[in-house]
């Protein structure tokens, strides 16, 4: 056994089995509330990965911790590494510190980010960019000729601004949080519709009137699609898909963790 029983881990949380991972209600939410994917990674320590829309590290940690418990981590796995408590300590310290470095440069790029948008305008809607794509300048802004757009996360708090010169090169900020964090407009209600970037979106939003989420990539896209499902499970969610190969396998696991339908170009509507 290369690594944990998915089938006897679901049947035992209430969880659901989904390709290489099996979402579960995470302990302290409701049991409707599967925000916890338990993933098949072989390559790792235990041979699993556990990630929590609906919560954090402390939140991932203690599910790892009730997985183990309970018997369901092989002891061929859980024995294939042996550190001494030396080493074993000095591995959690440098995590830590590696850690803390990054969340001391996703804070920074925060406040650089609050700072820029403060000294913005709302962008205007002859902005080269905005003219070729043929979108709306909604919830973008504009400091000279670059175009802001806000990042938040699923409570609102700013993260991250990707900039878009007038040729369309597109930047983040440098150390600042990608993962988790989206640009969206408009104020869901029974539909959602969620893609990679904000052109996409934005056109979707103009041609159908829908409120819309842009993850910014393809990796973030499925994380983004699971928190949100998480947050509003009753919401109907609709995942426009790039068209390319990293497009349509983001939409495909998007849709894997969350139910949602894959519409490619132009098959979208308000109806």
Known sequence: MSGPDLDAIATRYGGKIIGNECRIPTPGHSSRDRGTVIRL?????????????????????????????DGFVPALVRNRQHFTQAQS???RKA???????????????????????????????????????????????QSGNWLLVPMTDIEGSLWNIQTIRPNGEKRFLAGGRTKGVFWWEGQPDARLVIGEGVATVAAVRRATGLPVVAAMSAGNLPDVAAMIHSKQPDLELII????DKAGIEAARL?????????????EISNG
Request: glycine residues 6%.
């Open 95 to 141: 995590a830590i510190a590696r850690n803390a470095e990054r969340l001391a440069k996703q804070d920074e790029a925060a406040k650089v980010a609050r700072q820029k948008l403060e000294q913005s305008n709302l962008a205007d809607q002859g902005h080269p960019y905005l003219s070729r794509k043929r979108i709306a300048p909604e919830r973008l802004w």
């Open 240 to 243: 426009a898909a790039d068209d």
């Open 89 to 91: 300590e000095a591995n």
């Open 41 to 69: 990674v072989p390559d790792a320590p235990d041979g699993f990965l556990v990630n929590c829309f609906n919560g954090g590290r402390a939140e991932a940690l203690a599910v790892k911790d009730m997985v183990r418990s």
């Open 254 to 266: 998007a849709s894997q963790r969350t139910g949602a339908l894959i519409a490619l170009p132009g």
